[in-house]
């Protein structure tokens, strides 16, 4: 059965979206705001999200981004906002499908089934244990022996990279276009230099670092 998480802050939109999804066989889970709904999500692992971008804590936007951080599960928006410019924001943010309150409830159903269709195998994980150390992609949080260590913008943007290809060579081209961009493809001092930073956090002992590893010459491997 396909599972369905839906987050949207209207009770009747909810409990409409319930009834016609469990009528057709869809297993619903339901979040009232955007941190219930990131937390729903790295728990049940659905197969479709559902997520409206006017919620009371977070905008959709940063849910949808929070969710990528870890997961390719096909996203589709349910929003009032119906100006392009918002639409590309969530476009990019990594949304697969926009619908525009008010909408045919036949319409969204066919686009979810168009979703569920394109979704791949779920292997993502929510995060990344290390033994010492936990990356909590789905938090966007890191761990060293329970306790949370305090990352800068760019220093966690790096260490997702590497733990969303957990145990892969990543090269240097890549991480450096992933973090800051196509247009710093050779700038590979940046990565000496954000590298040392996460060993002094996150390494027992930085200059022999268990965990990131250097491949001479190609790239960077988390282990």
């Given at each position: 059965m396909t599972s369905v998480l839906v987050v949207d802050d209207e009770p009747g939109l909810l409990r409409a979206l319930r009834i016609n999804l469990v009528a057709r066989d869809y297993v619903v889970h339901t979040a009232t705001d955007g941190r219930e709904g990131l937390r729903a999500a790295a728990q049940h692992?659905?197969?479709?999200?559902?997520?409206?971008?006017?919620?009371p804590d977070l905008d959709g936007a940063d849910v949808i981004r929070g969710i990528r951080g870890w997961s390719a599960v096909p996203i589709i928006v349910l929003s009032a906002r119906d100006q392009e410019a918002q639409k590309v924001v969530a476009l990019d943010a990594g949304a697969d499908d926009y619908v525009t309150k008010p909408f045919g409830m036949e319409e969204l159903l066919a686009r979810l089934r168009a979703a569920?269709?394109?979704?791949?195998?779920?292997h993502d994980e929510p995060q990344v244990d290390l033994g010492d150390v936990v990356v909590d992609?789905?938090?966007?949080?890191?761990?060293?022996?329970?306790?949370?260590?305090?990352?800068?913008?760019?220093?966690?943007?790096?260490?997702?990279?590497?733990?969303?290809n957990h145990g892969k060579l990543v090269t240097q081209r890549q991480l450096l276009q992933d973090v800051w961009g196509p247009g710093y493809g050779t700038e590979t001092h940046y990565l000496r230099v954000f590298m040392a930073q996460l060993r002094r956090k996150l390494e027992i002992e930085p200059s022999r670092p268990n965990h990131l590893i250097t491949e001479p010459g190609a790239g960077y491997r988390l282990v």
């Open positions: 692992r659905p197969d479709v999200v559902i997520v409206d971008l006017g919620l569920a269709r394109r979704a791949g195998p779920a992609l789905a938090a966007k949080q890191v761990r060293r022996d329970g306790a949370e260590v305090r990352l800068t913008p760019t220093e966690w943007q790096l260490l997702e990279v590497l733990a969303r």
